[in-house]
């Protein structure tokens, strides 16, 4: 079963201004500013705003390029190994709605996974961006439905009264230990669990080349339950 250790506030679309795509944000800190310019931010184990922005932009162009790398037959292999860490880390399934995403820029496939649970019976939605800087709905998903381009031209449910997931399957570009992830920027996911009256379970899925020591984690920035990866499952206290 996934404990519920998510927490705060959004990441996945260009043109919705977060945090990460705020130059003009700031962090607060604890001690005297007049004696911050002093201080190593290494050393502090934090990097002001700016550099974090900075750092992960840089780092989320190099893990989409080095996972778009390999031969399409390698990242069917790795998908693959991801898909029964997947299941292993599903809890019971009976009366949940699992909220999964349309698969871009070389991210784990969910769609046969999918698939397969609604074969077993379990509803299933996607995420829809109704507006700018707003949480995203899940309408529902089955075989068949029809689908429009949404944000990015990524398909989405055309209609469907919105529904609330009990679990959701979440890309990552990078992550930490800290089951932290980084996403595209757009603060589409952490905005919407912050917003949800009832917080889902999540499973960050990734690959073992989006490891990172750490993405520097912000107050808006929303742990996973657990993060899946074609080499190991990374769940709380691990």
Known sequence: MIADTEHRQPPRAPEIASPEEDPN??????????????????????MP??????WRKAQRARLIAERLAPPREARAT????ITPRIRAALPPMAGMVVGFYWP?????DPRPLARALHGEGVQLALPVVVAKAAPM?????????????????????????PVAPDLLLVPLVGFDAGRYRLGYGGGYYD???AAMPKR???????????????IHPQPHDIPMAVIVTEGRTVSAGQ
């Open 104 to 108: 871009m820029r070389g991210e784990y």
């Open 191 to 193: 905005r919407t669990l």
């Open 200 to 214: 889902p379970s999540t499973i960050g899925i990734g690959f073992e080349q989006g490891s990172l020591a750490t």
């Open 137 to 161: 709905v899940f309408r529902p998903w089955f075989p068949g439905v029809r689908l429009v381009p949404g944000v990015w031209n990524i398909p989405v449910p055309a209609e469907g009264e």
């Open 25 to 46: 944000a700031t962090i607060q800190c604890n001690s005297p500013p007049c004696f911050m310019h002093e201080l190593d931010p290494s050393w502090l184990g934090f």
């Open 49 to 54: 705003w700016p550099e974090v922005r900075a």
């Open 78 to 81: 790795r998908d693959a190994a």
